[in-house]
């Protein structure tokens, strides 16, 4: 029997944005619908659904942003031999472990979950990194450093090389701080 939905919020640091998001956990699977308001890029709503196995590996991630220009859309699925982007085989993203959409930390739990629980230890994946501002997917490769058990140094090492945060989670993986970008919010 599936459990209740639980809802999160989320808040931007670095800009004027709010995120919420409905995760529904089942012995099948992981759901998970969001929206997210932002002012970033002429201001924009963005909606996302995921689909995850219960040990949190991504198997779809649905996007539609509405901004200036209108609404776009775009559907990212795993395959048997890789992902498929709007139906398409994209084999540039062949052995990507993960999506990574840029609007929320809540795709950051499923490689923390699979990072080793030591400090000083590191996980590097490469992912399927959604922009959402451009709707565009590209390989990526990001590494996360576990500092404490519930401390994570991000690093990435491919779209935005050079970018380094620190991400405090619970201790279900999920992210309630991610330096210079998203904080987790409750409401009053």
């Given at each position: 029997?599936?459990?209740?939905?639980?809802?999160?919020?989320?808040?931007?640091?670095?800009?004027?944005?709010?995120?919420?998001?409905?995760?529904?956990?089942?012995?099948?699977?992981?759901?998970?619908?969001?929206?997210?308001?932002?002012?970033?890029?002429?201001?924009?709503?963005?909606d996302?659904?995921?689909?995850?196995?219960?040990?949190?590996?991504?198997?779809?991630?649905?996007?539609?942003?509405?901004?200036?220009?209108?609404?776009?859309?775009?559907?990212?699925?795993r395959?048997?031999?890789?992902w498929?982007?709007?139906?398409?085989?994209?084999?540039?993203?062949?052995?990507?472990?993960?999506?990574?959409?840029s609007?929320?930390?809540?795709?950051?739990?499923?490689?923390?979950?699979?990072?080793?629980a030591?400090?000083?230890?590191?996980?590097?994946?490469?992912?399927?990194?959604?922009?959402?501002?451009?709707?565009?997917v590209?390989?990526?490769?990001?590494?996360y450093?576990?500092?404490?058990?519930n401390?994570?140094?991000?690093?990435?090492?491919?779209?935005?090389?050079?970018?380094e945060a620190?991400?405090?989670?619970?201790?279900r993986?999920?992210?309630?701080?991610?330096q210079?970008?998203?904080?987790?919010?409750?409401?009053?």
């Amino acid at each position: 029997m599936p459990e209740d939905p639980e809802i999160l919020f989320w808040r931007r640091t670095d800009v004027i944005g709010l995120e919420r998001l409905t995760l529904s956990l089942s012995a099948d699977a992981v759901l998970a619908e969001s929206t997210v308001i932002c002012m970033e890029d002429g201001g924009f709503q963005l909606d996302h659904r995921w689909t995850l196995t219960p040990d949190w590996r991504a198997q779809s991630l649905d996007v539609a942003r509405w901004g200036p220009t209108g609404l776009s859309r775009l559907n990212l699925e795993r395959t048997d031999d890789g992902w498929r982007v709007d139906g398409q085989r994209r084999a540039d993203l062949d052995g990507a472990e993960e999506p990574d959409l840029s609007v929320t930390p809540f795709c950051n739990t499923f490689p923390i979950l699979r990072t080793p629980a030591g400090a000083g230890e590191s996980r590097t994946l490469d992912t399927c990194f959604v922009d959402a501002a451009t709707m565009t997917v590209q390989r990526s490769r990001q590494r996360y450093d576990r500092i404490g058990p519930n401390q994570i140094r991000y690093v990435d090492l491919g779209v935005s090389a050079g970018f380094e945060a620190d991400i405090e989670v619970d201790n279900r993986g999920l992210v309630l701080r991610y330096q210079h970008l998203f904080e987790r919010v409750t409401p009053v």
